[in-house]
């Protein structure tokens, strides 16, 4: 039986490769169809187990940006705004994006709000939880992770939800790495600047975060996140562009006020 799995193994191996958005090597291994299919099912858990806000401000607002950065990627994208104090955000594939209201309260205005979607939707377009399941189907528990996301419950679902990007919602936490965050940082400060939304408040955001988090971020060396200052200069680095991007989506017409 090994014999024969193996040379199968091996060829899905070699044609797993393939090119992240920035032009990094990726291993992605499961198809799309499945990816986006846990996505859905971990985005109905959610909203039938955590309170959708019906705060029509907030709602507003969340929709405005996304839909200003989304015609920036194409495709239909579903919004929930989540009751939730914590300054947080996500999104998932298959095209869902979820904000908590305590995001919405912290930022000071729609560009910051806008760094925020166009980050989780960074992460998406980048094949992330792709890249995280795959990898995770390549050293242990196989096929049975991609039903496991409809039983958050279990300790595999919960890995499941987590290598999703959501498994924080069930009690269990497995951050994106630092390669991942930074790319959806490069990613995202791209998308909101060609949606018309200005670049330089993405920095704006992570002192923000940084204030709120009070120093009790761990170390960068410990930690799976860059640190705020880190994330903060490689912003800075990649602001020139950033602000091209920007001034050409303002030369045609693209103001968003979703304020």
Not at 24 to 50: C, H, T, W, Y
Not at 127 to 136: T, W
Not at 164 to 183: D, F, K, N, T, W
Not at 229 to 255: C, H, V, Y
Request: include cysteine; charge should be neutral.
């Amino acid at each position: 039986m090994c014999k024969k799995i193996f040379p199968i193994l091996v060829t899905c191996l070699l044609s797993a490769c393939v090119t992240s958005p920035t032009g990094r090597s990726q291993f992605v291994f499961m198809p799309d169809e499945q990816i986006n299919q846990m996505g859905l099912q971990a985005f109905d858990n959610l909203k039938k187990q955590k309170p959708v806000s019906t705060n029509s401000k907030y709602n507003q607002l969340a929709n405005c940006i996304a839909r200003a950065i989304t015609q920036e990627t194409g495709g239909n994208w579903e919004v929930a705004v989540f009751e939730d104090a914590s300054p947080n955000a996500f999104a998932l594939p298959g095209n869902k994006i979820g904000i908590h209201t305590g995001m919405l309260a912290l930022a000071d205005n729609q560009d910051q709000l806008a760094a925020v979607i166009g980050h989780e939707i960074g992460h998406v377009l980048a094949k992330h939880s792709n890249e995280r399941a795959s990898q995770e189907m390549a050293v242990s528990s196989g096929m049975g992770i991609i039903q496991a996301v409809s039983a958050p419950q279990t300790a595999l679902g919960q890995t499941a939800l987590g290598l999703l990007g959501v498994g924080a919602q069930y009690g269990i936490l497995m951050p994106y790495s630092r390669v991942h965050e930074s790319e959806a940082d490069t990613i995202g400060v791209d998308l909101m600047a060609k949606a018309g939304f200005d670049p330089r408040q993405s920095i704006g955001l992570w002192q923000k975060m940084e204030q709120v988090s009070q120093g009790q971020q761990p170390i960068e060396f410990m930690s799976t996140h860059p640190s705020h200052a880190t994330r903060i200069q490689d912003l800075e680095k990649r602001m020139p562009q950033a602000m091209s991007l920007f001034q050409q989506a303002q030369a045609t017409g693209k103001q968003p006020h979703c304020n």
